[in-house]
């Protein structure tokens, strides 16, 4: 049973309210439908394929209309895939690179092609499930995103933007601009943009010290977020050669600095009963800061660069694809840790320095720098061919053929103290693969109509890994449409997985100082993290099976309800070190050290491996959408006379049938139920149930019951748009009764409100400069709600202080975008 609190309570009718007033708010706007005019209230206008459209059976989860697009008043493509990652992302599957792109029903490189135009370059986008991946030489983990470019814009748009958290004590500004030229032969994209964002100090959240910070106030030392600086250049440029050859090109770069204050130099002194300054008979351990240096540090350069290109063709009736893609990522990282000691205590030992003194001079030696580089570098090359391998009395047999190279290196360099360890890892992958989609009722029109369409797809492929050998992928499907409205589509997958580059060789890296909850001893310290590549890791393999029914009720335009079942199974999978419970300790023992007297002061954190991993989930929801727009001899522009066109306001967009459109409203609301989570890190090892108690995070377990909403409304150039999230309580089991965590449950609501000031009356004729522009204020966590953990004693450890669990908090932003 899913019990709801009074806030949760009151929040969902909040939000339930925004949305109802809303629908009453498009109801009222609406106009009776007169004469023989179609309706008006469909999402989706039907009609002939649009070129660039996806030729598949596979129905669209979303699709949308460039008055659609305009309704969601996103500033960039980000944005507008931020408002609809309910849809994007995959549901409950093992997606974890984003959805795949493709521009007018053409496969690209990547995510880069798309971000370089504005959503205004969009005439439609198209959500598909991940079984049309596999139609484009994919994985079937990634949902597909197809966008239909306009035939015909040029732009000129230039954003800035402030945000910053209600409680303060951080400002991020940005600035982008944006250049855009689209014509029916050629595409151009460039998109400039700069990021600054300042950082929050843990006295800045009034966070609680133990005995030793506060007699240094050692919060002014330590940041909760780290100021960071980014600059990033994208671009893209598409032609057509001759008839039917088009081209892409993709340039990018990003530089990102971050910079982390990690505290004050520390260490634990042995104090002699023999010593002057003494204050026990007995030899004791005294843990102090050292203030006459200051603050430790973390300082991480990132530099990336990436190119590629794409071809898109036609042979006779097959199209083919080839893409290649190159990128090169330089890091560099810098830690601060403390000196060396052993001058101080050999002078401590002598009695000849004062172990409580303020500063200890040439006897206490200055912080040292250690010192990680990585440069990681990949080639990409992958050719498609797809199209009609023969015809059944059921319809076309289609085929897609996938063939690909990819070389990979990674050079890492660590220097702690006078050690310096490198390592290298080169890697090629030699891959193919085919599917074959087979109609089994299609075209042949008496069994269509007893059971309805029926298609089964499968594909098989293999990898030549250079230091993994042979590994193999595989999947099978059933597309069922027992009527148009309704979509069954079942599945099994599986492959196995080399872990990544970095997974095995990223540089070593200790960090000093961390905050770290120690369920053993019940008490919050500062310990030493290392990070970095773990080269024992083996191949992952992964069984998925997965369910899905999409339903488009006729009776109830504009409706669409979607159920999604996943069973996850997942053998030796390489992973992030999870959050050091007992049941994680008993498991890697020599992962953790610990002092004399037991308490934690080190965890070394780099990649491990789970023996095995078992989820179940349920996904279910709706989404419904109007058009609102004037219709028949009562539209508000009033009875137009025979032959004459009606004049439409500056700021009114058209709809698909070429009325005059008001504007759009449109709900989603998804369910998933988490119905097994279990993770068995090795044989012989206790398995761990995230549902009851088990936690690899540091938010806890895994929450049973996640809830999401997605929301907006549009009209008359003015609009905003809400999204939430709720995900229910979740526990962790420590090693007694007193240092059981328990998660409360976490209520999320983000609002972004717009206005294009073109439809404030004469206000953009006073002012030219505002003309084409747009005024947009967003505020994240409108309830300020931060999840609370407490013990069994109702006592917040110092580790799950509200600032540290989050301290952005609740978050508001302006920003402002012209377009010339």
């Known amino acids: 049973m899913v019990r709801a609190s009074p806030n949760l309570v009151a929040r969902v009718i909040i939000v339930a309210a925004i949305c109802n007033h809303s629908a009453l708010l498009a109801q009222n706007s609406e106009e009776p439908k007169t004469g023989n005019h179609a309706e008006n209230d469909d999402i989706i206008v039907n009609a002939e394929r649009l070129p660039g459209s996806v030729i598949t059976d596979v129905p669209p989860i979303v699709e949308l209309t460039a008055e659609d ?224 240096f200051d603050a430790l540090e973390s300082k ?57 003194a303020s500063d200890f001079g040439p006897l206490l030696s200055s912080p040292v720098t250690n010192q990680a580089r990585a440069v990681s570098q990949s080639f990409t ?143 919050t310290v500062l310990a030493d993290i290392i990070t970095g590549g773990n080269s024992v890791l083996p191949a992952s393999r992964r069984r998925d099976i997965k369910l899905t029914v999409n339903y488009r009720p006729g009776w109830f335009k504009g409706m669409r309800f979607l159920v999604e079942y996943f069973r996850n199974s997942n053998r030796d999978v390489a992973a992030n070190f999870p959050l050091l419970t007992p049941e994680i300790e008993a498991a890697f023992p020599d992962r953790v050290t610990r002092d004399n007297s037991g308490r934690l002061i080190g965890i070394d954190q780099r990649t491990i491996t789970y023996s095995d991993i078992r989820s179940e989930n349920l996904r279910y929801g709706f989404r419904f959408g109007k058009r609102l727009r004037i219709g028949g001899a009562r539209g508000t522009q009033g009875a137009a006379k025979p032959g004459a066109k009606a004049k439409r306001p500056a700021n009114q967009s058209r709809g698909g049938a070429g009325q005059p459109l008001l504007g759009t409203w449109d709900l989603s609301v998804y369910h998933s139920v988490r119905l097994k989570d279990r993770i068995l890190i090795r044989p012989g090892v206790p398995e761990l149930d995230l549902l009851d108690g088990s936690a690899t995070s540091t938010s806890g377990g895994t929450a049973r019951h996640a809830f999401e909403l997605n929301g907006g409304w549009f009209k008359n150039g003015i609009g905003f748009r809400i999204k939430g999230e709720h995900q229910t309580a979740t526990r962790a089991i420590g090693g007694n009764d007193d240092s059981d965590l328990r998660f409360s449950g976490l209520t999320k609501v983000n609002l972004r409100a717009f206005m294009n000031l073109d439809s404030l009356g004469n206000l953009t004729n006073k002012f030219k400069f505002l003309k084409d522009s747009r005024i947009t204020f967003r505020i994240d966590n409108i309830f300020d709600d931060i999840q609370d953990v407490r013990n069994n004693d109702g006592l917040v450890p110092l580790r799950y202080q509200p600032g540290f669990v989050d301290p952005i908090g609740r978050y508001i932003e302006v920003s402002f975008r012209k377009r010339f």
């Open 69 to 292: 697009i305009e309704g969601y008043g996103a500033s960039s493509i980000r944005e507008l895939l931020d408002s609809l990652s309910s849809e994007t992302e995959s549901g409950g599957g093992r997606g974890d690179s984003g959805p795949i792109v493709l521009i007018n029903g053409e496969r690209v490189s990547g995510m880069r092609d798309i971000l370089s135009y504005p959503p205004e370059a969009l005439e439609r986008m198209q959500v598909f499930p991940e079984e049309l991946a596999v139609q484009y030489g994919y994985r079937p983990d990634q949902r597909v995103i197809n966008f239909i470019m306009k035939e015909k814009f040029t732009g000129f748009i230039t954003k800035g933007e402030y945000g910053t958290p209600v409680r303060g004590d951080q400002a991020e500004t940005e600035l982008e601009a944006n250049v855009t030229r689209i014509n029916k032969r050629t595409r151009l994209g460039i998109n400039l943009k700069y990021q600054n964002k300042t950082g929050i100090t843990e006295s800045e959240r009034d966070i609680i010290q133990d005995a030793a910070g506060q007699a240094v106030n050692l919060g002014d030392f330590r940041s909760l977020t780290a100021p960071s600086e980014t600059i990033e250049l994208n671009t893209n440029y598409s032609f057509i050669v001759g008839q039917n050859i088009s081209v892409s090109l993709n340039g990018s770069y990003t530089r990102n600095e971050t910079h982390r204050l990690l505290g004050l130099p520390s260490a634990t002194l042995n104090v002699p009963a023999t010593s002057p300054f003494s204050v026990s008979p007995n030899d004791e351990s005294l843990f102090r800061y050292f203030t006459q």
């Open 381 to 523: 090359n992958i050719a498609t061919l797809s199209g009609t391998l023969l015809y059944l009395p059921s319809g076309p047999v289609r085929a897609t053929w996938r063939g690909g190279f990819r070389d990979r290196s990674q050079n890492s360099r660590n220097v702690i103290g006078d050690v310096t360890t490198l390592s290298t890892l080169g890697r090629s992958n030699l891959n193919t693969s085919i599917n074959l989609q087979i109609p089994l009722a299609g075209d042949n029109i008496a069994v269509t109509e007893a059971i309805g369409k029926l298609s089964i797809n499968g594909d098989l492929g293999y990898s030549e890994v250079s230091d993994f050998g042979g590994l193999v992928e595989f999947g099978f499907g059933l597309n069922w449409r027992p009527f148009n409205s309704l979509a069954i589509i079942a599945s099994v997958t599986g492959d196995e997985k080399a872990p990544s580059a970095g997974q095995l060789v990223n540089p070593v890296i200790v960090t000093p100082g961390v905050t770290v909850f120690d369920f053993i001893n019940n008490e």
């Open 300 to 356: 991480t350069t990132s530099d990336s660069l990436k190119a590629s290109l794409s071809l898109n063709g036609t042979l006779s009736s097959w199209n083919w694809s080839v893409t290649a893609d190159y990128s090169r990522i330089l890091t560099n990282t810098a830690t601060d840790v403390t000196g060396d000691v052993t001058g101080l205590q050999a002078a401590i030992d002598s009695g000849t320095a004062d172990p409580f």
